[in-house]
């Protein structure tokens, strides 16, 4: 009895885990390439994230963090592994879990603006130079029964010079 229930304790957990792939990334990262991200710009990007339920309710990225990401051909290639597209994505919490060789240079990710979705789970982006192309991450997750729903989501954008360009990502 003792070894039947350690093998379905077994079984149960092994599904907690994400199935890994190991993707070997073509393209390379490169520092002067998005260095313009820190400059400061005259274009506004606000918008709202969030996701539906089966049952009809409405969850947010309230409090999670929102990233505003250079498209460049790095960042293409990463994007399009991750969600399968260039211009809008969503990736299921539970889909696989993509490692990138060789690993992400740590430098990435400070080239990137990051801000914090609000409870109704608006974010905003001041001062972005215009004219460029971004990628728009965020999470929308939520819990029934001890298991995780929701996932990634992604949207491309160019805002123009002096626009206060308005986004859903869903």
Do not use: H
């Given at each position: 009895?003792?070894?039947?229930?350690?093998?379905?304790?077994?079984?149960?957990?092994?599904?907690?885990?994400?199935?890994?792939?190991?993707?070997?990334?073509?393209?390379?990262?490169?520092?002067?390439?998005?260095?313009?991200?820190?400059?400061?710009?005259?274009?506004?990007?606000?918008?709202?994230?969030?996701?539906?339920?089966?049952?009809?309710?409405?969850?947010?990225?309230?409090?999670?963090?929102?990233?505003?990401?250079?498209?460049?051909?790095y960042s293409s290639e990463r994007i399009n592994k991750i969600y399968g597209s260039l211009s809008k994505g969503y990736k299921d919490y539970y889909a696989v879990n993509i490692v990138f060789e060789p690993s992400t240079p740590q430098n990435y990710y400070t080239y990137q603006r990051k801000t914090i979705c609000d409870a109704q789970g608006n974010f905003k982006f001041k001062n972005v130079p215009s004219n460029k192309e971004y990628f728009i991450v965020t999470v929308v997750t939520w819990e029934i029964d001890y298991t995780v729903q929701g996932g990634d989501l992604m949207l491309s954008v160019k805002p123009k010079s002096g626009e206060t360009l308005e986004v859903i990502l869903n």
């Open positions: 009895m003792r070894l039947i229930s350690l093998v379905i304790i077994s079984f149960l957990l092994s599904g907690c885990y994400l199935t890994t792939e190991n993707y070997q990334i073509k393209s390379s990262f490169s520092s002067p390439d998005v260095s313009w991200i820190n400059e400061e710009g005259d274009a506004t990007i606000t918008g709202q994230a969030f996701l539906n339920q089966k049952g009809g309710g409405v969850v947010t990225c309230a409090g999670k963090q929102v990233n505003l990401i250079p498209k460049t051909t």
